[in-house]
């Protein structure tokens, strides 16, 4: 992990570089030369870390050189943060000196600027300085020079072969017939030689599962021949194709031209129906494959198979799997049995009855993965006392040196597999508690408050495609999709591959519990903590003293009681004095109730890299200090559900603004005008400040008023959106400035009115305008979702509602004066449609439903017949 941090850090180096001489800003004389020389240490350094993570895993000399390495190179990395954020503060002085009110205001200001610069130097020599000594003593352990190749740092691959004992596997028999039937089954419509795919994470037991697959005595019978390949990394084809011949000819290969193999294999298969398993595939380059694949389907007789294991989608796809099977975790009763077997292996009836019931619960530990039962069931098998079984169970499965070896193995091979910077990405899941829902949106936004995805425009995209490739690597699972089923929105990890990330981050992340009566043990405390969760068990329970002084942390995160909001409130200001090196700060409030942080303190503001902060469901939080909007970096600010929250001023460079149900908001006026970058806004409200109809009272002036014309300044908006107040707006020139169908990215959509009653009557001509508003705010035409309520205007449907063909789910209520709906039929993939209060729709007709047929049309001729087909109503309607 170290080589993706110090790269990291070369890059930001070179980023910050050029936008100090873009933008003039300057340090102290002589910083340039050390900013050089850090530059030239880190890559050479970077020429041997390739090396130094193999030997790290053997060597305690050289793991604790990279852990020394990798706490500078985080101390670079903030140093860095700090100086880009002086650059950033500098702009925004210059584009708001204008406003300045006096000319002494300008010399005021430049002093601390300066103060800053010249701190800011300082450290940068002494980091300097720093980085010189670690790289002298990397000279200590002869490190080799410029590896390149990934497996050079792997742990040596097993090779496997299609021996096992059946009688000692738990729990496949549905497995194993749901292969066998696809290696069966003759579909004559299928082109060239099915490829069946066994997909899953390392582990979970694909190579046991095509073993008994592959000795199975149907199998048997229908194939002729029979081969097995252990493939492994890298893909060897010349290996591979003397491989197949081998096994069938019986005869070793002297062939030295891989074209002669291949035309001797061709020779060996032609009309025979062969089975072909290649296990454990890891390649995506399609081209190492097409030689192979060519000569087996050009030679093979109908009804011959390929069956592939692998723990990645993507070398499926590329191997042209026809089929794909998901191997799924034992049941509990399966895990069970399997534990138990290996375990009480030799062990008297009495021996086992004694050490069951802890038996059952290590197993559950394992969750189901066939590797970890064993792993485990082998490591106790010499144990006889209940103390030794108890210290297994209460143990972290990262802490086990037995696990770390055994039960890890396979999964660093998938580890080493992923690209350097991949590997922090995983492994900074470890945050998450174990057995939690991972919400994909969240994690990517973790990840860019991290700095993982640089700090270009399309870091969520680049994010987005980072999670896929960990997801089509098996290190997610139990997937969960969107209404529409067209995209993941949260997924789990492996309990097992949760301790995997965990043994990663060992020395970096940590939870701590603090109960209140007795003082915390300090050694979850480590200098190069990073990364940490604080649980507050009760009412009584206070932040652990020693969390002031973990002043490099990145990551905070507080569980806190329902009603032990008051120590949280008194511990916040010193938090921020202490943690000024925070990214990422959640102090939601877990339960949703009342009792919760009453006051953020003007502190936050000296949280410069602050890129993600949690506020959700503090429901007692009334106001944002000022002070937030300092936080330039701030990409992503959560207070859905602080209903109390009144008003804020929304930092500049705000990229997520996730506000729903924040109901005492009644404007966004403050700052929401210079947040062009904005991607996420869940609500948008528009209204004045204070309350009542002021455009009484400042005639043709929009005093302290949310304009709605403010969105068209966000052109990058995606995701959801919602709308309310829209009673409000007067003008169809303000909706048209809003420029809705510019914004491609949304793919739902609320349109809220407002009634406006005095007493139990509606207010004259207080809708007048709103049937002109809704036709300007036409949606993007890539719209999945439309809600439009709270409606008075005196009109029907907007004319471009049908031209929303993307429409899967639409939702009308409480529109009281429309007096006809829109045609629905014409919406081609509506799935669900909502429709309440609309009072004064009197019939609902054909103009909603569509003609079956013109009218003078006989029922039975052939032309209506086709009318109706081709006219068929709410083709894809699944709810209504």
């Not at 980091?127 to 002869?142: G, R, T, W």
């Not at 690209?419 to 922090?424: D, E, G, I, K, T």
């Not at 997924?491 to 009566?517: P, T, W």
């Not at 904005?678 to 949310?706: A, C, P």
Request: aromatic share 8%.
């Amino acid at each position: 992990m170290a080589e993706a941090i110090v790269s990291a850090v070369f890059e930001r180096l070179t980023s910050i570089s050029l936008q100090v001489a873009e933008n003039g800003v300057r340090l102290v004389v002589g910083v340039n030369e050390e900013v050089k020389k850090i530059g030239t240490t880190l890559c050479t350094i970077r020429a041997v870390l390739a090396d130094a993570e193999k030997r790290q895993v053997k060597e305690q000399a050289v793991k604790f050189w990279l852990d020394r390495l990798q706490n500078v190179a985080y101390d670079i990395e903030d140093l860095l943060d700090e100086w880009s954020t002086t650059v950033i503060r500098s702009k925004i002085e210059e584009s708001q000196s204008s406003f300045r009110l006096s000319s002494l205001q300008p010399f005021a200001n430049s002093i601390p600027r300066l103060v800053g610069r010249r701190g800011i130097a300082t450290k940068i020599k002494e980091l300097s300085e720093s980085l010189q000594v670690i790289a002298k003593e990397k000279d200590d352990f002869a490190f080799i020079v410029n590896l390149s190749r990934n497996d050079d740092i792997e742990p040596e691959r097993p090779k496997t072969t299609y021996f096992v004992d059946a009688s000692e596997i738990r729990g496949r028999d549905q497995d194993k017939n749901t292969i066998i039937s696809m290696l069966l089954s003759e579909n004559g419509q299928e082109r060239g030689i099915p490829i069946i795919s066994i997909l899953g994470m390392g582990g979970i037991g694909k190579t046991t599962l095509a073993q008994i697959v592959y000795n199975d005595r149907e199998v048997n019978a229908y194939f002729q021949k029979k081969l097995w390949v252990c493939v492994s990394d890298p893909f060897d084809e010349m290996r591979i194709a003397k491989a197949i011949l081998e096994a069938l000819t019986g005869i070793p290969s002297g062939l030295g031209e891989l074209n002669t193999v291949l035309v001797k294999i061709h020779e060996s298969i032609e009309g025979k129906k062969f089975l072909l398993v290649l296990d454990d595939v890891w390649t995506e380059d399609e081209r190492k494959w097409q030689s192979l694949k060519c000569c087996l389907k050009s030679g093979a007789s109908p009804g011959s198979k390929i069956l592939v294991t692998t723990r990645k989608e993507n070398v499926a796809t590329v191997m042209g799997c026809t089929r794909l099977f998901h191997l799924g975790k034992l049941s509990e009763e399966e895990c069970w049995s399997l534990f138990s077997q290996v375990a009480f292996s030799g062990w008297n009836h009495g021996a086992r009855q004694i050490l069951a019931d802890i038996g059952k619960k290590i197993a559950d530990k394992c969750n189901g993965l066939p590797l970890a039962e064993k792993t485990l069931g082998g490591l106790l098998r010499l144990k006889k006392s209940r103390e030794q079984w108890q210290r297994i169970l209460d143990s972290n499965m990262w802490e086990l040196d037995e696990a770390e070896t055994g039960l890890f193995s396979p999964l660093l091979l998938s580890y080493y597999d992923l690209p350097a910077p991949l590997r922090q990405y995983f492994s900074y899941c470890a945050i998450f508690p174990k057995g939690c829902k991972i919400e994909k949106d969240l994690l990517i936004r973790l990840w860019m408050a991290q700095g993982f995805l640089g700090d270009g425009n399309g870091m969520e995209i680049v994010g987005e495609e980072y999670f896929d490739n960990l997801a089509m690597r098996s290190f997610f699972q139990e997937f969960e999709t969107d209404e529409n089923d067209d995209g993941i929105i949260r997924c789990k990890m492996h309990d097992i591959v949760h301790d995997f990330a965990q043994l990663l981050r060992k020395r970096e992340c940590y939870v701590v519990a603090s109960n209140g009566i007795e003082e915390q043990r300090a050694e979850w405390y480590h200098e190069s903590a990073r990364h940490l969760r604080v649980i507050l068990d009760n009412e009584q329970a206070v932040i652990p003293s020693l969390l002031y002084n973990a002043k490099k942390l990145r990551s905070l995160l507080v569980d806190s009681c329902p009603s032990n909001s008051s120590t949280l409130n008194v511990s916040l200001p010193r938090l921020f004095d202490e943690l000024t090196c925070l990214r990422m700060l959640d102090l939601s409030n877990k339960f949703r109730r009342q009792t919760s942080i009453t006051e953020l303190p003007c502190q936050i503001g000296k949280l410069i890299h602050l890129r993600y902060l949690s506020l959700e469901g503090n429901k007692g939080l009334k106001q944002l200090p000022t002070t937030l909007s300092d936080l330039c970096n701030l990409q992503t600010l959560n207070i859905r559900l602080c209903s109390s929250i009144q008003g804020f001023k929304v930092p500049i460079n705000l990229r997520h603004l996730q506000n729903a149900e924040t109901y005492g908001c009644t404007s966004m006026t403050f700052g929401l005008k210079r947040s062009t970058l904005l991607q996420t806004l869940e609500e948008f409200v528009v209204g004045n400040l204070f309350g009542g109809d002021l455009r009484k009272i400042f005639i043709g002036r929009e005093v302290g008023r949310s304009n709605l014309g403010y969105l068209g300044n966000f052109a990058h908006l995606r995701g959801n959106l919602k709308i309310i107040g829209l009673g409000d707006v007067s003008r169809r020139s303000e909706a048209e400035e809003a420029g809705l169908w510019k914004k491609t990215g949304l793919r739902n959509l609320t349109l809220s009115f407002n009634f406006k009653y005095k007493g139990n009557r509606v207010l004259e001509g207080a809708y007048a305008h709103e049937s002109s508003v809704l036709e300007a705010l036409q949606p993007p035409p890539y719209l999945e979702s439309l809600n439009i309520n709270r409606m008075n205007g005196p009109t029907a449907f907007p004319s471009w509602m049908v031209s929303l063909t993307m429409l899967k789910r639409v939702r009308l209520w409480a529109c009281f004066n429309w007096k006809t709906l829109p045609p629905m039929w014409k919406l081609p993939v509506l799935e669900h449609l909502e429709i309440w209060e609309m009072k004064n729709v009197k019939e609902v007709g054909q103009e909603f439903m569509g003609a079956e047929a013109e009218k003078g049309q006989a029922s039975s001729s052939s032309s209506s017949s086709s009318s109706v087909n081709n006219n068929i109503a709410f083709p894809c309607l699944k709810t209504s």
